[in-house]
């Protein structure tokens, strides 16, 4: 008798855990995609003001070209490609901006202040993405989440590998 | 800062009416953000519930617990726990912004009950622990939670990635920089003296390692003088001081805002000799601002708070001989302390709220993206339909 009421507890304890981690999966990926979401919005704000300065009296007619097709790139990237394509926009834009000549007129300046913003934003989104991913991945690897597929049909978050230091 | 206005919900750990930093930096953003028009409330534990101000909501009183070098008063158990859970039901938060959650406390707690946009300060900087590598598998669930995690210097990072794998931007504590920017130089206080502000009777402020330091200080400066500020007992710690070194002594017991600011401007030098248990030392960055050369121990706060010895001298931790010879070198050669410490004010023009702040409220931001706002988390909703009471 005492046996079973063991085991039965044992069971119990057993099914509390794995609900337990799967809502803690659950509650992961989530992270992944709201941080993503927040990523994503970002990169397509820089994207906008990419191409306003290149529209600008900031960029000369060949800049303004290399930017154009890069902040096109990258709004129109897939998944898969999506990072290469914004580390592209970061190269045309860092080659621009560190030319270090004066910017003049309000308008200008306003769109470069936009853009730093911006920059310090996505620097502190990708981390907390990243984060999120890495995080994820590892959950994911631990034997109980395996065996149980506990992940169910949700595809393994992918790394986002931006180039932080083009920024 | 954008128009939206939040209702924001901070958890502080340790007893709201008990001195420390972590505190501290709480009511200053807690006050920052009110300001701005944000609806605020502070979860914190108590023990004058009749001394609080509007915004804070007791959670119990706290206990002391030893931890990190210190005693800390913090508070857990099922009342608390309780209370957390009742404080997030009633708040109607957009998010909670959690501090130090990674120890035995209502942030913890709250980190637990709660599910939303969560953000996570730590403070503390400490070398590997046993106790956090025990509990780390429990913790690691709870924290993973947090949609962003702040850290508040260099120190706390590294101890986060070490002690929980995980990372965390560095948004530093804030301080009032524009009320340190205009101290007046006052004469009694000028000249070669060595400034020191804090509770200078608690053993790990390091104040004894510059009472022993001073003999040799005095042999190559004969005028130097220490000026103490901070609230204790002055007549037992004189009692301490070798009678010969008496009159190098000046205690002013605590002092104002705009005494501070003086202060901090007219003394040669600012001296920190902590020896630990500092989680970020705001008093530096107070100094800096106020335009004092600074000199400091190599705790690991310190040593990310001054950039390595670029915005203020560091000495080896509990070595009066290193401090004494820094201490010399510096009082020697004007130029070298006058330059330091107008590098150092400049720096610490980063640490004013209105920078500090912006940062923390652009962390929420994101946080807040695709959020219902703050909830109980699903475990505890059906713990409370189990006990037959009203969850949310």
Redesign the interface.
Known sequence: MERYFFLVLFVIFALWYLS?SA??LD??HH?V???W??LD?LLQRRAAVALEIAKSDIADPASSLLLTAAAHQARDAQMKTRSQAESGLSGALGLLLNDGHLVEGVIERDLLRELSELT??IR??I??H??AVT?TQ??RAKPVFKIFRLAGRAPLPVTYEFEADVL | MTLKKLRIGLVCPYGWDTPGGVQNHVRDLAEYLIAKGHYVSVLAPVIDENAIPDYVTSAGKPISIPYNGAVARVLFGPIAFSRVRHWITNGKFDLLHLHEPAIPSISLLACWAAEGPLVGTFHAAAKRQKAIFAIGPILEPVIEKLSARIAVSEAARETLTEHLQTDAVVVPNGIYADRYRDGEVRAQWSGNTLGFIGRFEEPRKGLSVLLEALPIIARFAPDVRVIVAGPGDSKDFEDQIDPQLHHRFEFLGRISEKDKADFLSSVALYIAPNTGGESFGIILAEALAGGAAVVASDIPAFVSLLGNGEYGALFESENPQELAKVVIDLLREKDKRLSLARRGKEYAQRFDWDVVAENIFSIYEMALVGSNGISLSSENRAWNRFLGREGD
């Open positions: 337990y809502t803690r509650r992961l992270r995609e709201t941080s979401a927040n919005g310090d934003k502190i989104a981390a907390m990243v984060d995080r590892m959950v």
